[in-house]
């Protein structure tokens, strides 16, 4: 196993997320409010992000916000249909930057991983979505390069009403 990588699921398991109909469906399980801890070089973070639906319900809206040392760096993204029906995101960030991507094949991870893959400078990145056990949520990013995915952010979020309060 290298570092910082889940393996995949490999045992049959009972389906832990009950997706809905349509274009959006696979994002049904993320709508609500989430929160993660985690250690990184720079230090302990602690990240929200928030799904919910708007726009009559045809798009979602993630905002993201990510409590790192000395700074807040947040993110707002819409998941919706692109021009060929596909579901794909549009990312801006309070860095500047943006991304845009559509839904791929993440099933390497869980098979009931919904991932999204986008092109950046750097390269082909995912971000992938996984459910745990205990109700939570796994996030991931992931960089493409010749051996495979090398993650370089996994968080463990919990429904945001189970987690400590944020401190500002």
């Not at 819409?78 to 099933?107: H, M, N, P, V």
Request: glycine residues 10%.
């Amino acid at each position: 196993m290298r570092k910082g990588r889940c393996d995949a699921v490999t045992t049959s398991r009972k389906k832990i997320w009950k997706k809905g109909r349509g274009i959006l469906g696979a994002l049904d399980p993320l709508i609500g409010s989430w929160q993660a801890e985690s250690d990184s070089p720079m230090g302990r973070i602690r990240c929200s992000r928030t799904l919910s639906r708007i726009l009559n319900g045809s798009r979602v809206l993630l905002e993201a916000q990510w409590h790192l040392p000395g700074k807040v760096y947040e993110e707002h993204a819409i998941f919706g249909a692109d021009e060929s029906g596909k579901l794909s995101f549009w990312s801006f960030t309070s860095d500047g930057k943006r991304s845009q991507g559509s839904l791929a094949d993440a099933t390497d991870i869980d098979p009931e991983a919904v991932g999204f893959e986008a092109h950046m400078p750097a390269g082909l990145a995912r971000m992938v979505y996984w459910p745990d056990e205990d109700g939570g949520v796994n996030w991931a990013v992931e960089s493409r390069n010749k051996k495979g995915w090398n993650r370089f952010a996994h968080h463990h979020y919990v429904a945001a009403h189970a987690a400590r309060p944020i401190k500002r």
